[in-house]
């Protein structure tokens, strides 16, 4: 008999993994309130002004955090102590990750900002349908807990 995953060398136990879920759904594609002023520097008198606003999704919110914790994580387990997977979920529910064709897999290293950012890039703004759920994510992350 194979001992637990904890007590296999190399192996993160899954104590050591962390997923995340980010709802993509149209509640998140909806503005959040929060403005954030554009300043611009008066070239006569040298002050900045307010040239305009920016009111920020809930989308954009939620991806600002996660790429935060993200960072702190990394920042916390600098040597790939701990490993994270982020799920979408919206119609069906996915992985973000930086290789597509190993998506089922953990990796042995943490993604870099740069991938993270990529990957929402690519899932774009929060789908308007209503057929979306939560629970697509959900689903993902019961079985990732099984590999």
């Known amino acids: ?30 503005m959040s309130g929060e403005e954030l002023p554009v300043l611009i520097k008066d070239l006569t008198d040298g002050k900045q002004r307010q040239a305009a606003k920016i009111t920020k999704t ?21 040597n790939d102590d701990r490993l994270m997977r982020f799920v979408l979920s919206d119609g069906v529910g996915r992985f973000l990750t930086a290789h597509m064709d190993n ?22 703004k929060p789908l308007e349908s209503e057929d979306c759920t939560i629970l697509c994510g959900a689903f993902l992350c019961f079985i990732q807990k099984r590999t």
């Not at 997923?19 to 509640?27: A, F």
């Not at 809930?58 to 600098?78: C, K, N, Q, Y």
């Open 58 to 78: 809930i989308w954009t919110l939620a991806v600002e955090s996660t790429l935060d914790m993200h960072r702190v994580v990394g920042d916390i387990f600098p």
């Open 1 to 30: 008999m194979a001992p637990p995953a904890e007590a296999q060398p190399g192996k993160l136990g899954a104590d050591h993994k962390v997923i995340v879920v980010l709802d993509h759904g149209p509640r998140f594609g909806r």
């Open 103 to 124: 998506r089922n897999h953990w990796f042995e290293e943490l993604l870099t900002n740069k991938q993270l950012v990529s990957s929402f890039a690519t899932a774009g």
